[in-house]
């Protein structure tokens, strides 16, 4: 490609501090509009605390040691719940994909399983698992495993049937089709179901936490409500927000670098 090509085609993408400002400007907006309708008293300061309020006691709670520990829990929950759930999901929905018969035996008790909503299931594992970690994992990992199940399987279906004609003559054998075709040509979908599935380990934690917990962040958040301190509320909310904006930005990172051979359209 031509230098002047190149040049036609990133003019008109906007630069780095542009981006960065388009992403703030919303939020931007919203804060300041917030802090001075609370400053006026337009607001409720006990319903909406504003965000310097808010923000006092997301210092008070750093300082005072309580807010690290309780967030450092929840993490390691949420990353044990996702890689439970989403490394079985992505065992299982290559083996549907790859083979019919797995999927005449397996797929129909899945779906079933993914209509039953999380809170359904939540006295049963607390009578089977106790209040510990055990049930809080599984309940993550619950969520965790169909959005790369899904995904995983999609992708692999939705593999051109000429590629594997073309790995059969090139000798490819069967676990070679797999690492060397199927799943670099499934990948968009499995990075996508990866997306999904650390979003709803995030949720998951959060009603594993606030259900029946005595540490983390959602135990934080419900010990706040019960004596009606609302900033220390809204300081969980954010944490948890910004926790799945990172690791959302992460598996981004990794999704530009894995697929950097496709052509996308960009916007």
Do not use: C
Request: hydrophobic content about 50%.
């Amino acid at each position: 490609m031509t230098n002047q090509a190149m040049a036609v085609r990133t003019s008109g993408r906007p630069g780095k501090v542009t981006t960065l400002g388009l992403g703030l400007l919303l939020p931007g907006t919203v804060l300041i509009l917030w802090q001075t309708l609370g400053h006026y008293g337009e607001i409720s300061e006990m319903l909406f605390p504003t965000p310097y309020t808010i923000a006092e006691s997301f210092v008070t709670l750093a300082a005072s040691g309580d807010l690290w520990p309780n967030f450092r829990i929840s993490l390691v929950r949420a990353l044990s719940g996702f890689l439970l759930g989403g490394g079985l999901g992505l065992l299982l929905g290559i083996l549907v994909g790859l083979f019919r018969r797995s999927e005449k035996l397996l797929d129909p008790s899945l779906q079933m399983i993914r209509m039953i909503p999380s809170l359904a299931v939540v006295p049963l594992f607390i009578l089977w698992f106790g209040i510990g970690e055990e049930s809080k994992v599984l309940l993550i990992a619950k969520g965790a495993f169909f959005p790369l199940y899904i995904n995983t399987f999609m992708g692999i279906r939705g593999v051109d049937n000429k590629l594997f004609e073309v790995s059969r003559v090139l000798g490819f054998s069967p676990i070679k089709q797999v690492v060397r075709l199927v799943l670099p040509a499934a990948l968009p979908n499995i990075i996508l179901g990866v997306r999904l599935s650390l979003g709803l380990s995030w949720l998951g934690l959060v009603v594993a936490e606030l259900i029946a917990s005595t540490s983390g962040i959602g135990y934080m958040m419900s010990d706040a409500r019960q004596f009606a301190d609302t900033p220390v509320v809204f300081v969980g909310i954010i944490i948890f927000a910004i926790a799945g904006l990172v690791s959302d930005s992460i598996v981004r990172y990794i999704e530009r670098r894995l697929l950097r051979w496709q052509d996308n359209y960009r916007g």
